[in-house]
Nanobody, 118 residues
């Protein structure tokens, strides 16, 4: 079992920055991938960025060059540094830990709201 708690969301003006944090507790496996997703009103949840146990990162095209995912070496905390925010980044951001497909490991935080005003 894995527990995830996000923090750091809020209201920011376009062009500004926010840093999201995810506190991770429980047992993680070496095959787990940690990531950030977001869901805007009326839209499906989408992957923002993820990071493998080996540190390989992956970003959605819409955030490349603006967002940076990172985690502590102990994997007890994960971050999403968001720069040059624009109104299209407005969404609820979720922390996620998932195992290999079909393995049944898929854990979510409660989400943190990010609102970017124009």
């Amino acid at each position: 079992q894995v527990q995830l708690v996000e923090s750091g969301g809020g209201l920011v003006q376009a062009g500004g920055s926010l840093r999201l944090s995810c506190a991770v507790s429980g047992i993680l496996f070496s095959s787990d991938i940690m990531g950030w997703y977001r869901q805007a009103p009326g839209k499906q949840r989408e992957l923002v960025a993820d990071i493998s146990s080996r540190g390989r990162t992956n970003y959605a095209d819409s955030v490349k060059g603006r967002f940076t995912i990172s985690r502590e070496s102990a994997k007890t905390r994960m971050y999403l540094q968001m720069n040059s925010l624009n109104p299209e980044d407005t969404a609820v951001y979720y922390c996620n830990v998932r195992g290999p497909e079909g393995g049944g490991r898929d854990y979510w935080g409660q989400g943190t709201q990010v609102i970017v005003s124009s």
